[in-house]
């Protein structure tokens, strides 16, 4: 029977009483006595020089406070970024500095030039139209190759050219992987492009400064996944306020795909301009400014190559990337499209010869930097895209070819620098199988071809690196910060518990699936475990929520915090039963002497431990509280299966998506109906950008995509119901819970498989389409039909 409890088991999210009640507290339902609003004049050109700004009939306007130009923030540091990357040549990737408004020029659409803080929004706004900005445009570069080619236009004028860096991966075997190509069976290329996304999260961006004068002390309330890292980033880098003197907030934030991850420059303007109007200011997002502030994802141009020797087994790999920074560095973007892409090339394959290039551009767009998946989709799609070319070019099985290829022994090195410690990828294919009815397939196509449609199946398998780590490597990579996280678990005296943690949860269902494992640890029921994150002021140093790191990396913390309690709780129980810590077991609650019926239980040993008179003070301190950090020794590598069977009306080109299936392993699971919750989200993710998301520029740097009237979201009747499926579980060999992340898996896996099947029935239709970029929109599928 399934379990009703501790790990293993489903109980219903807690934390979604108060969402469906209205109860949740998010940062725009804060409010600070005496706030004013703060309103951004965005540049509405791409690429510009600020010959003047005139605020003097702004400045006079109803309501208005104070209003802040780049002169404001001379002398005061820029917004940082989390990762440097180191060229092929040993050369540092090129930084520009990115101010928190706008000096000099103006370098996408959306940049910040001015802020007005007035008595309210409306006022703000109004004073805003009125300021005077002398303007002079410059030509704008939107394409990666115009942007690279000799005398481009400068995004950055100190820069010496529009090349971030450019990264060879793993370089030294460059000569063998062109060697294999040349004597190669075999070769299948294929040019594709992964478009440039806007996250949209439910909630859009909010930041709420205050500043006592009293103590010196500031506190930003902010829209963030990872509030340490905000305060340490702004405080130390930008800002200058010393930690201590800083308190960060994210209360409830509604969802955040990863565009809530970094440091934004309204975060450290209303940190800023709190103090200097001595009142606390106020910022919210517009959806229209979301569109052209909030980081970007995705945005790569690829070529891939894929070598096969006469039995088909894959000898060598290789791409070639081109990679969006935007105007700016975001503050993980280098990292994205090279170590978080570029060592997932291997992907389930025993390829052995690998070599990834990337070059990192600017252009005169919003920034680009991680969302849902981070580099990881990027890899699979180009890699899943290729086998299944191979496949048709060869005339074999596309199933067939990935398990004639499949890693089967582990640990693997694979050729692109990670270990992956366990996995079953025939096990996951199995799965799979028996989820799609692949016999029934030809029975299913002939009836859509009686109706006058195409039906395509298609396949893929994918391999994601979580919880990115170890520290140590990490920094040897660039990374400007330690990944590790960290749990404190304070028992009060009547035994119940709060778990502070350095994870954020914004959807993920921490609140529920934490205490879970301290339960099943300790042995009492989840209500009596309360979570705490969020606060700077009350959690131990995380690092956040992202790249699903939380229960492999964060939970993990919470495990070796609670084995601590439960280590100093049997020594407390030892002396109430006068026996050897040695001999006490913990089971459902109970500490018992093994062999005896001498028993004490959890709420006894809790009161003992804050009412010391049973045990000797000089060989155990009171009470009962305990932190530790945790820091991976390696990733942990979910991987899984997955297929999607499609419909396309071949007079519109309009692509129905009939069924999905998704094979996952996960490793342990703590709550598969959350599990499943996460498989399901990132599925619609992934069916949205494969056909309908598509954030566009035109020539000029003007994003044509700027609302819900041109992006295209996913809806209800975009998406099928799901067939999920975990059976095949291999536990992590190297976190305590054995678990593996899961967040973003649906994210990877989707979108190849949806193109996969899109292509599969075109070809089936006789089209000679053997690629169609995404979104796979009726227009495209149309055009690729008719040529």
Not at 330 to 359: C, D, E
Not at 681 to 704: F, R, S
Not at 724 to 736: A, I, L, M
Request: aromatic content about 8%; hydrophobic content about 40%.
């Amino acid at each position: 029977m399934p379990k009703d409890h501790g790990i293993g088991a489903s109980p219903k999210r807690r934390e979604d009483v108060r969402f469906l009640t209205g109860e949740g507290n998010y940062t725009d339902d804060i409010n600070v006595n005496g706030q004013a609003y703060v309103h951004f004049l965005r540049s509405d050109v791409a690429h510009g020089k600020i010959n003047g700004i005139d605020t003097s009939a702004a400045a006079a306007m109803p309501g208005v406070v104070k209003i802040f130009t780049g002169a404001d923030f001379e002398g005061i540091g820029g917004l940082p970024c989390g990762w440097q990357i180191t060229d092929k040549h040993g050369e540092p990737m090129q930084e520009p500095a990115h101010p928190v408004l706008a000096q000099g020029k103006v370098r996408h659409v959306g940049d910040p030039i001015a802020a007005v803080v007035a008595e309210s929004v409306e006022q703000a706004r109004d004073a805003a139209e009125a300021i005077e900005v002398d303007i002079e445009e410059l030509p704008a570069v939107v394409d990666m190759k115009a942007a690279l080619s000799e005398g481009a236009t400068k995004v950055h004028d100190d820069l010496t050219s529009n090349l971030c860096y450019d990264w060879g991966f793993v370089e030294e075997v460059k000569p063998d992987v062109d060697a294999a190509f040349e004597t190669a069976a075999h070769v299948t290329t294929l040019e594709l492009v992964n478009q440039r996304m806007v996250a949209n999260p439910m909630e859009p961006r909010v930041a709420i400064g205050d500043y006592s004068r009293g103590t010196d002390e500031h506190t930003l309330y902010t829209t963030s996944q990872n509030p340490h890292v905000i305060r340490l980033l702004m405080g130390a880098f930008v800002l200058g306020i010393p930690e201590h003197k800083l308190r960060v907030v994210a209360p409830d934030v509604g969802g955040g795909f990863g565009t809530k991850i970094f440091h934004y420059a309204e975060e450290a303007f209303c940190t800023f301009a709190a103090k200097a109007c001595n009142r606390p200011v106020k910022w919210t997002s517009s959806r229209s400014e979301a569109f052209m502030s909030d980081a970007h994802g995705r945005d790569h141009v690829t070529k891939i190559e894929l070598a096969l020797d006469a039995d088909n087994n894959f000898i060598a790999l290789r791409t070639d990337t081109l990679a969006n920074m935007g105007a700016y560095l975001s503050t993980f973007a280098p990292s994205v499209p090279t170590w978080l892409h570029g060592t997932l090339m291997a992907g389930n394959y025993k390829t052995p010869l690998i070599h990834v290039n990337v070059r990192a551009v600017f252009t005169n767009t919003v920034p680009v930097d991680a969302y849902r998946g981070a580099g990881r989709p990027e890899a699979t799609f180009q890699l899943e895209r290729v086998v299944d070319k191979a496949a048709r070019e060869l005339g074999v099985d596309p199933i067939a070819l990935r398990r004639q290829n499949f890693i089967t022994e582990f640990p693997y090195a694979t050729p692109v620098a990670v270990e992956y410690d366990t996995g079953d990828y025939h096990g996951t294919m199995d799965a799979l199988e028996g989820l799609i009815d692949r016999d029934g397939f030809a029975a299913r196509r002939a009836e859509s071809e009686k109706n006058g449609k195409l039906r395509g199946l298609g396949v893929n398998c994918y391999i994601e690196a979580c919880g990115i780590a170890p520290s140590n490597l990490v920094g040897q990579l660039g990374a400007r910060a330690g990944l590790y996280d960290a749990a404190t678990v304070r028992v009060t005296a009547t035994g119940s518990i709060s778990v502070m943690v350095g994870a954020h949860s914004h959807g993920q269902g921490h609140e529920t699936s934490f205490p879970q494992v301290v339960a099943e640890m300790i042995g009492i029921d989840e209500s009596q475990i309360d979570i705490v994150h969020g606060d700077s002021s009350k959690i131990p140093f995380g690092m956040g929520t992202y790249g699903s790191r939380s229960i492999a990396v964060c939970g993990s913390a919470m495990v070796r915090a609670t084995e601590k309690i439960i280590a100093k709780a049997k020594k407390i129980a030892a002396h109430l039963l006068e026996a050897s810590d040695a001999d006490i077991e913990l089971k459902d609650g109970q500490f018992s002497v093994a062999g005896t019926d001498k028993s004490v239980a959890w709420g006894d040993v809790t009161l003992a431990a804050y009412v010391p008179h049973n045990y000797p003070l000089e060989d155990i301190e009171p009470g009962l509280e305990e932190t530790a950090f945790y820091d991976p020794a390696n990733f942990t590598y979910p991987s899984g299966a997955y297929a999607c069977e499609v419909e396309v009306d071949p007079e519109t080109g309009k692509v129905t998506i009939e069924s999905f299936a998704a094979a996952d392993d996960f490793g342990n699971i703590i709550n598969p109906m959350i599990v499943d919750g996460q498989v399901h989200g990132g599925i619609g993710q992934g069916i949205g950008q494969a056909l309908l998301e598509n954030c566009v520029y035109d020539e000029n740097g003007q994003l044509m995509t700027g609302s819900y009237m041109d992006y295209a979201m996913p809806r209800a009747d975009d998406v099928p119901f799901y067939a999920v499926d975990h059976s095949s579980q291999t536990p992590c060999t190297h976190n305590p819970l054995g678990v593996k992340g899961c967040g973003e898996a649906g994210a990877i896996g989707s979108p190849p498989s949806v193109i996969n099947a899109v292509v599969d029935a075109l070809q089936s239709g006789g089209h000679d389409v053997t690629h169609i970029d995404m979104p796979a929109s009726p227009s495209r599928v149309w055009a690729a039909m008719n040529k």
